[in-house]
């Protein structure tokens, strides 16, 4: 259930967002039929992602579930999707680098929800900061049998007194109702014992670079 409630909460926030805009163009004469498809397809977008995290963590522990190869791109694409809204609403530009031609063979929906609670915590982490130009860059490399994605930001990086706790259950640097203190021990559970992949830490020149090796196919 707390997994479930953490990754519900942004895009909740998104849609509440999209609604609140459509109300407005609505009552304004703003509403043209592109800007209404727009709005209705962000929204189907969100739901869609929103049932499927049910989905996710009810399947969590079942044995049967099947690992697929896609191209890396095609996770990106569906990031922009879902956090599009959000990240013109915050001012933050997300920067990719990346070999489109890249491809992996693994549990496709773990990985979009690591890389969504990631992007989220340096959105969180621009808010808590007051950085209203805020970037965040996700690089993919590939080395022989492993894929390194490295995420880093310009929010200012994380104390050093807590970087170390940052990975633990319900432990938060937010105000209780704005966190769970639950996102980034999601994203190394999933990472640890379903994606066989390993996260780091690090605090860099104004930001923070969290650090993922995974391995292409196992």
């Given at each position: 259930i707390g997994n479930i409630a953490h990754?519900?909460?942004q895009p909740?926030?998104?849609l509440n967002g999209l609604i609140l805009n459509f109300d407005y163009d609505n009552n304004n004469n703003g509403l043209t039929k592109?800007?209404?498809t727009d709005y209705l397809n962000q929204i189907e977008d969100l739901s869609l992602h929103?049932?499927?995290t049910i989905e996710n963590f009810s399947n969590y522990f079942h044995p049967d579930k099947e690992k697929q190869l896609f191209k890396f791109n095609t996770l990106i694409d569906e990031i922009n999707q879902l956090l599009k809204f959000s990240l013109i609403k915050n001012n933050i530009s997300l920067i990719i680098k990346q070999d489109l031609e890249i491809s992996i063979n693994t549990y496709y929906a773990e990985l979009l929800q690591v890389l969504i609670i990631l992007i989220s915590n340096s959105k969180d982490a621009f808010k808590a900061q007051q950085i209203h130009n805020g970037t965040i860059e996700i690089t993919v490399k590939e080395e022989k049998e492993t894929i390194t994605i490295e995420l880093w930001d310009n929010a200012g990086g994380i104390n050093k007194d807590v970087i170390g706790k940052i990975f633990d259950p319900y432990f938060s640097t937010k105000d209780k109702k704005q966190g769970t203190g639950l996102g980034l021990h999601i994203a190394r559970t999933l990472l640890t014992n379903t994606l066989n992949g390993t996260i780091i830490v690090e605090n860099i020149e104004n930001g923070t670079k969290f650090t993922?090796?995974?391995?292409?196919?196992?």
């Amino acid at each position: 259930i707390g997994n479930i409630a953490h990754q519900w909460r942004q895009p909740l926030a998104n849609l509440n967002g999209l609604i609140l805009n459509f109300d407005y163009d609505n009552n304004n004469n703003g509403l043209t039929k592109e800007k209404t498809t727009d709005y209705l397809n962000q929204i189907e977008d969100l739901s869609l992602h929103m049932s499927e995290t049910i989905e996710n963590f009810s399947n969590y522990f079942h044995p049967d579930k099947e690992k697929q190869l896609f191209k890396f791109n095609t996770l990106i694409d569906e990031i922009n999707q879902l956090l599009k809204f959000s990240l013109i609403k915050n001012n933050i530009s997300l920067i990719i680098k990346q070999d489109l031609e890249i491809s992996i063979n693994t549990y496709y929906a773990e990985l979009l929800q690591v890389l969504i609670i990631l992007i989220s915590n340096s959105k969180d982490a621009f808010k808590a900061q007051q950085i209203h130009n805020g970037t965040i860059e996700i690089t993919v490399k590939e080395e022989k049998e492993t894929i390194t994605i490295e995420l880093w930001d310009n929010a200012g990086g994380i104390n050093k007194d807590v970087i170390g706790k940052i990975f633990d259950p319900y432990f938060s640097t937010k105000d209780k109702k704005q966190g769970t203190g639950l996102g980034l021990h999601i994203a190394r559970t999933l990472l640890t014992n379903t994606l066989n992949g390993t996260i780091i830490v690090e605090n860099i020149e104004n930001g923070t670079k969290f650090t993922i090796e995974l391995k292409i196919s196992f």
